[in-house]
Each structure stands twice: as C-alpha cells, then as structure tokens.
C-alpha cells in the first residue's frame, strides 16, 4: 500500500489461487548459475501440452509452505516456437520481487510449493496454468510461458523482528512481535522525524535493494490505523529508493540495519502529498506515522 501513485511497470508475478502436483521436465535447456540471469535455449518447435516443471538446482533453505513471501529473481518467456521472446526479468531490473507461495499464478505455486531455498526451478507453463482469459500487455490469452526461478528467501506469516517498543514526538509504540501505536491528541509536527527503537545486526539496508517488512500506519490527525500487515501476519515487500515507495520510507530505512524496528512520523509532503490516498482515507494534509520492522533486504 506504501507505494506512491502513478504508473509503475507491471511484473509478470499475477495472484491466483490454486494447488497441485508438479509435472514432468520441460526439455529446455538453462545456463548460467544461481542468482545470475540465466540463459534459456528453447527446443524446436512448440511446446507440448501441460505444465512442465524441473528442478535445475536444489537449495538447503527451508522449503516453501503455502503463507510464505518467497523473494526469488526471475525471468518470464512467451515459447511460442518462434521468437520465444523474454517477456520479463527481475535481473534486468536489478532487484528480486516478492511471491506470495499460494496466490501466484496455478503453473507458479505448483512449481515453487515444497522448493527449498537457493534452488533454482524452470517450469513451462501452458495457458491454462497460467494468466487465463486476461493476461497482462504483452501476453496473449493463449500464450505457453517459460519461468526459470531462483529462491532466494522465504518469510512466513507472523514473521517479526525482536524488538523493545519506544516513543517519537508523542507517539508511542509497544514491543514485542505484534506491537501496537498509540498516537496522541496535540497536533502533529510540521517536520520528519525518525527513530531506531531497537537496532538490529544484519546488514544496513542500500537503496535499490528489496526489503521485506511488517509495518503498521496511522493517520496522526484521525488516529487511526489505515494499512497493517500485523492484522494478517504477512509480510509485504518494497524496494526503496526508486521512487515506488513515499519519500518518508526511503528517508527512514535507507541504511537502516535488518532486524530493526523503526518509528516515523511523516508529513504530507514526505508522504503522499496533495493527492493524498482517498483509498485508505488519506487527505493531502494528512501526517502519516509509520512502525515498521525490517526483516531483511536483497
């Protein structure tokens, strides 16, 4: 929800619920190594029928449950016998993305579900298993696709940092791995404000990178909590310092060590400015206040 308004390039990573068994191997051919963009050498000809999947390397990590955030680099091809043209990549934009194992597309969850971590999958997809009647542009209703899937990490639902609660310009914050904001009656600061309340010991978070996070907001003038991903458990995961998150978010977490919880309070023209966010009842004059844990960052 934290992203900012405007047109963003839509990945090829589409929600839609579904189980199954894996299929045989699709006969392709892949080089390159783990965490590097792959090569994909297509046979001649069309696919055949059904879903296809292999598993090209197997990881050690935990396996993939349903519930997870899976955070994986990807490349999507159209295999239409011909061009079999590459269609999308996380490699080509330099940050991984976020699977949510369980609501991806059937041919996804059916190739990514049980898969450890640093493995490395392909499965071709027929039109069926994947995007149906409404693809997005780019793709054609009855279009095979091609994945090839590195794993790097796995969040389950109700990951949370350890952490002590604290303060910030009169709002308060709980501990623990469910804390709670209580923002107070008096008005709200004209400027930023950011607060480590505990410091984690992983590695500070660079601009570019994709950071997995459990965070809950508020809006300072109402009080109210407006987008919390403590009230499902799940965690969402946004890369920062590309312009797709509020300025407030790239001030505060830039540099920020994974396994920290970070309070901020931020102003209209750090966060959604004149246009507000009428969706979550939003105004442009809102001061917004964030609690956020960094889980970790890729």
Not at 14 to 31: F, I, N, R, S
Not at 59 to 74: F, K, M, Q, T, V
Not at 254 to 262: D, E, F, Y
Request: proline share 9%.
């Amino acid at each position: 929800m934290l992203r900012r308004a405007g047109p963003r390039r839509r990945s090829l990573v589409v929600l839609a619920a579904c189980t199954g068994e894996e299929a045989a191997d699709p006969g392709l051919k892949v080089g390159g190594a783990f965490g590097v963009r792959p090569t994909v050498v297509f046979p001649e000809g069309r696919p055949s029928a059904g879903l296809r999947i292999d598993q090209l390397a197997a990881g050690r990590g935990e396996p993939l449950r349903s519930g997870d955030l899976a955070i994986a680099h990807y490349t999507a091809h159209v295999w239409d016998g011909r061009e079999n043209r590459l269609v999308d990549s996380s490699f080509t934009r330099g940050a991984p993305v976020a699977f949510p194992v369980g609501r991806l597309l059937p041919g996804l969850d059916k190739a990514l579900l049980g898969r450890r971590v640093g493995s490395r999958v392909i499965a071709a997809i027929p039109p069926g298993e994947g995007f149906g009647a409404n693809p997005p542009q780019g793709i054609a209703p009855g279009d095979d696709l091609v994945y090839v899937i590195d794993i790097l990490g796995a969040h389950p639902e109700g990951a949370s940092v350890k952490a002590r609660g604290g303060s910030l310009a009169g709002v308060r914050a709980g501990g623990g791995t469910r804390p709670r904001l209580s923002v107070p009656e008096s008005a709200p600061p004209a400027r930023f404000a950011a607060k480590v309340l505990s410091k984690g010991k992983g590695p500070r978070a660079r601009t570019g990178q994709l950071l997995v996070l459990q965070y809950q907001g508020a809006v300072w003038e109402r009080r109210r909590v407006f987008d919390s991903t403590w009230s499902t458990g799940l965690p969402k995961a946004f890369t920062i310092g590309d312009g797709s998150v509020i300025k407030g978010w790239d001030r505060a977490l830039a540099g920020v060590r994974v396994g920290s919880r970070v309070l901020m309070v931020v102003p209209p023209a750090q966060g959604y400015g004149p246009s507000g966010q009428p969706a979550f009842g939003i105004g442009p004059d809102d001061t917004l206040v964030f609690l956020v844990d960094v889980l970790a960052a890729y």
